[in-house]
């Protein structure tokens, strides 16, 4: 397994929330390109954001890049075929791009997203989990908002950040999730295995 853990990716968040900061998309395509030259035969992008970019990437390179979040949505649907309404856990980016909604509408299925107080915690977990000092009172934000998308109708939660993976097993609810994390890595097993 060859992986390019590049520390000095523009921000997704300032490229697509601030509209302040210079666009990942040169820095991802010479990292998948990089890969590739190493002989990488298939490539994955683990950040659910920085799949706005996913075409950009794809169209670079000559191996496949998987996509997750196609992966994660057809996942979601398989867990619970008779969604129609899926909430989200993920950092606000993911909804002012609408990453998943091509890939739920497709079979009916509404995006959720937690209310702007609880989605506000949870960046502030986000933020926490990068910088590697998060508290149990920050994680509780998880299920604040998973409550939160129950009582706007969710039949199933995505957790559509890697930060937020990092905690999920302690996330409370009876709702069956989805994490897109643990999505990847079993598609990225049967690639491999072929």
């Not at 853990?5 to 997704?12: C, D, G, I, T």
């Not at 950092?91 to 937690?114: D, N």
């Amino acid at each position: 397994m060859l992986v390019d853990s590049n520390p000095h990716v523009p921000s997704r968040i300032e490229a697509l929330i601030d509209r302040t900061g210079e666009s990942p998309v040169p820095c991802l395509v010479e990292m998948a390109r990089g890969l590739e030259r190493q002989g990488a035969d298939f490539l994955v992008i683990p950040c659910n954001t920085a799949h706005h970019y996913h075409a950009e990437v794809a169209a670079a390179v000559d191996v496949p890049v998987l996509n997750l979040i196609e992966l994660t949505a057809r996942d979601a649907n398989r867990l619970r075929p008779d969604l129609t309404r899926v909430g989200l856990l993920a950092s606000t980016a993911l909804q002012h791009i609408r990453l998943y909604e091509p890939w739920f509408e497709e079979p009916g299925v509404r995006v959720l997203y937690p209310g702007s107080d609880v989605q506000q915690e949870l960046m502030e977990l986000i933020r926490a989990v990068k910088a590697g000092r998060y508290t149990p009172g920050q994680v509780a934000a998880c299920d604040r908002a998973a409550e939160d998308l129950r009582a706007l109708g969710a039949q199933c939660l995505v957790v559509a950040c890697t930060e937020l993976s990092v905690v999920v097993e302690r996330l409370n609810t009876d709702l069956p999730v989805c994490d897109a994390a643990d999505v990847l890595a079993r598609a990225v097993i049967r690639e491999a295995l072929g």
